[in-house]
């Protein structure tokens, strides 16, 4: 049974900065009657280098934020976050949460063929195996090949996506896993979609690239289904922007990731008293 | 007159991360007998991207805990912070404090010959202006030349000192500087040191390269003997750390800033209550 205004409040997302917004753009797409509130931790991002342990009190955090702006739902957009502190998601909102590694891992046993598959991130992300773990859950034959890739969230907000410095880069990174033979690739942070090019171009279009906030866009539109939660209204959606540092730096870079112009973002305080 | 019990205080030092041990390191060189207690904000490092406002309300909850340890000076490691909120640390402690940027801006007119002197650093100390205004005040006939290199950092905290995407890098950041014709050029970022011998290659040799940290310790030597306060004990010091996150990455890299072993590294909170 459904429920009006239940279902046209905003879907939550959030992340330690920018890159969430590449989950918005494929939410955007594929749910395109939803109102979104995002929330980017930019006074702390980012979380990819940092301990489990403070990645789960500035989840808290972020969590308690997207609460005070009563979603319907939320969605995890950080690899690191949906890594070490999806259960503390869980535990505080009595909402349905998905995280960006299921679905990742979920899309890229749907396209390999021999089951070697490559996992790149943050330190944070790739440290926490929770990629592997996913993947060996779901089908315990898979074979898993993860590299941690620091420079690449810098070089993304350089602006840098195509230069040949990116591609020796790349290739440094890349090369321990082409040698494993991988047919498939998840690219385990929600900047790396824009370095795509490149990395087909270091793989040599051999290996299938899985951007997991494509694949939890898929996930959401399932879950607001099943839950009776998807927005009805035809009116144009409402898509909200907070920050926790200066808006005008995520302002500027945003377009990169959403694809589009990105409008009013806030600035608010969030974890201290 | 001097006070041995006050002398016998430590000089206390903090940074963003762990970038700020190359300051330690010259304080250990140019002042063996003086105890140190560090801290870096590894738990919301970097400062470098961050605005002013958010890295004057993190510097105000480090220099509070470095007054909590009891020290006698205290040392602006980071270029950000002191770019943007060194008189955060003045107003806030009763105390001698120095910053890097006038000893790195002093140092620098030193070593040039045609007044024509690059400065690079993070986005933060770049944007600030704060070399740039250091080194007109200081001498109006200054030309100054300045470029934020964000992906330097990443690429030290890699290891990647001596790679050829390193040196491309630093040829994409510093070709408009030498073309400029600088002779001296202010290393404004204290995890640049380790990149010194790349930075030289791509300059060619013919650029004076100017180490902030180093220039700092000779002002801590010179404003201790100004106040009496240097510790003529002759007792072996003692340096702590202390670090808002995990220890384990900090001592893992941090022996290669300082150049030599650490010892422990305590985990303390800060900002939080």
């Known amino acids: 049974?459904?429920?009006?205004?239940?279902?046209?409040?905003?879907?939550?997302?959030f992340d330690s900065g920018i890159g969430g917004l590449t989950v918005v753009r494929a939410l955007l797409e594929q749910l395109p009657n939803e109102n979104i509130v995002y929330f980017g931790d930019t006074?702390?991002?980012?979380?990819?280098?940092?301990?489990?342990?403070v990645v789960r009190?500035?989840?808290?955090?972020?969590?308690?934020?997207?609460?005070?702006?009563?979603?319907?739902?939320?969605?995890?957009?950080?690899n690191t976050v949906s890594a070490v502190a999806l259960d503390v998601v869980q535990k505080r909102a009595n909402l349905p949460v998905t995280?960006?590694?299921?679905?990742?891992a979920e899309?890229?046993?749907r396209a390999s063929g021999n089951k070697r598959i490559g996992v790149i991130g943050t330190a944070g992300t790739v440290n926490s195996n929770a990629y592997r773990n996913e993947l060996q859950r779901l089908d315990g034959t898979t074979n898993v090949f993860s590299k941690?890739?620091?420079l690449f969230v810098p070089l993304v907000e350089e602006g840098w996506l195509d230069l040949k410095a990116t591609e020796l880069i790349a290739q440094e990174y890349l090369f321990p896993l082409t040698t494993e033979r991988i047919?498939?690739?998840?690219l385990g942070c929600t900047h790396y979609p824009l370095?795509?090019?490149?990395?087909a171009k270091v793989t040599k279009g051999m290996v299938t690239l899985i951007d997991s906030g494509e694949a939890t866009a898929g996930t959401v539109a399932a879950m607001l289904d099943a839950q009776g939660l998807r927005n009805s209204s035809s009116q144009s959606p409402n898509i909200q922007f907070f920050v926790s540092d200066a808006p005008e730096k995520f302002t500027a870079v945003g377009e990169l990731f959403l694809g589009r112009k990105l409008g009013v973002v806030r600035k608010v305080t969030v974890g201290r008293h």
């Open 99 to 104: 995280g960006v590694i299921i679905p990742g």
């Open 1 to 13: 049974m459904s429920n009006t205004l239940q279902n046209s409040k905003a879907i939550g997302v």
């Open 43 to 53: 006074a702390r991002v980012p979380y990819g280098s940092k301990s489990a342990q």
């Open 107 to 109: 899309a890229a046993l």
């Open 183 to 186: 047919d498939t690739l998840i």
């Open 57 to 78: 009190e500035y989840t808290l955090d972020d969590t308690e934020f997207l609460l005070s702006r009563d979603v319907k739902m939320i969605v995890v957009a950080c």
């Open 195 to 199: 370095l795509k090019r490149t990395i």
């Open 148 to 150: 941690a890739c620091p």
